[in-house]
């Protein structure tokens, strides 16, 4: 578990899981269907920090899942 505090501005993947009210292995599969183009990029995900502008498109990503 990654305990260092993200940078200031940026969200750590627990921050932005509470955010938009998945849980941390829902946040991450989002993230790998949606935005992971390559392959050796997914191992980079518990460890990626979020802009709030990524925070917003993931809870427009999930809202617009849970309408379809």
């Known amino acids: 578990m990654n305990t260092k505090r993200p940078p200031k501005g940026f969200f750590s993947e627990i ?10 292995e829902q ?11 390559a392959e050796e990029d ?10 709030p502008s990524d925070v ?4 427009m990503l999930v809202a617009g899942s849970a309408a379809s």
Do not use: F, N, T
């Open 27 to 37: 946040l991450r599969s989002i993230v790998r269907r949606h935005i992971v183009q």
């Open 42 to 51: 997914v191992d980079k995900i518990p460890r990626a920090w979020y802009q």
């Open 56 to 59: 917003v498109m993931l809870k």
């Open 15 to 24: 921050e932005v899981a509470e955010s938009i009210g998945v849980s941390v």
